[in-house]
């Protein structure tokens, strides 16, 4: 199994519907993050967590929400879905340290129609 | 806005040559990281360089850091073709807050 789980892998959502995105990990880390990707602008951060009562808006949180459930689990709303947030959104954790760097998931491929 | 400025944004060499992609960024760091992502896949970590390093090596990948310009390159030696992907550094900086800023990327075309 995937140290870092993303659900669902692909999602094709309606304007104004409200998605949820998942994410699990088995690393045992207590930090989460929620990046999006869109062509060359490389990767943005949404949302961060450093454990489950500690949540911080990234650079590009408008229209988002978090959730953490869990040390392992960090979820991503989007409340009612635009257009412009179709993109790939990734799930990513680190240790305290960062020594190695983070661990991320495979994705979700979001489009907003 | 993002940290990290990489040049080029794409480059595309024979296998068996060198790659060498260069990051720039704006703010004082506490370590850059390069990553590798194959095309729609998640990153993949391949080297974190600390602000007091100067060099760095892990297999065919040489990393350099020059705090003093700000910048950092990624060196790939004798590339194969299974190198081709998008390569992007990150910075993390400002105490420890765990959080990585990316760069745009470059992406590498390695030709057999």
């Known amino acids: 199994d995937a140290d870092v789980t993303q659900t669902p892998r692909n999602r094709i959502t309606k304007t104004g519907k409200r998605i949820m995105l998942e994410c699990s990990q088995t690393?045992?880390?207590?930090?989460m993050y929620w990046y999006r990707q869109d062509p060359g602008l490389g990767l943005r951060l949404i949302y961060y967590?450093?454990?489950?009562?500690?949540?911080n808006k990234g650079e590009i949180s408008d229209g988002y929400s978090v959730s953490r459930q869990a040390q392992a689990k960090f979820s991503l709303s989007l409340e009612s879905a635009i257009p412009n947030q179709t993109a790939l959104y990734f799930c990513?954790?680190?240790?305290?340290?960062?020594?190695?760097?983070?661990?991320f998931g495979s994705g979700t491929r979001l489009t907003v129609v | 806005s993002q940290q990290g400025e990489e040049d080029p944004q794409a480059l595309s060499i024979q296998e068996g040559e060198n790659a060498t992609m260069n990051c720039s960024y704006k703010?004082?760091?506490?370590?850059l990281q390069w990553y590798r992502q194959n095309s729609g896949r998640g990153l993949v970590h391949l080297i974190l360089?600390?602000?007091?390093?100067r060099e760095k090596h892990s297999g065919r990948l040489r990393v350099t850091l020059d705090t003093s310009k700000k910048s950092s390159s990624l060196l790939i030696t004798a590339s194969r073709a299974a190198d081709t992907a998008s390569y992007f550094c990150?910075?993390?900086?400002?105490?420890?807050?765990?959080?990585?800023?990316f760069g745009q990327g470059t992406t590498l075309q390695v030709k057999p």
């Open positions: 990513a954790t680190s240790d305290m340290g960062q020594s190695y760097g983070y661990t």
């Open positions: 690393k045992g880390h207590d930090r």
């Open positions: 967590s450093f454990d489950v009562k500690d949540i």
């Open positions: 703010t004082s760091i506490n370590n």
């Open positions: 360089i600390r602000s007091n390093e």
């Open positions: 990150a910075t993390a900086s400002g105490g420890n807050t765990g959080k990585l800023i």
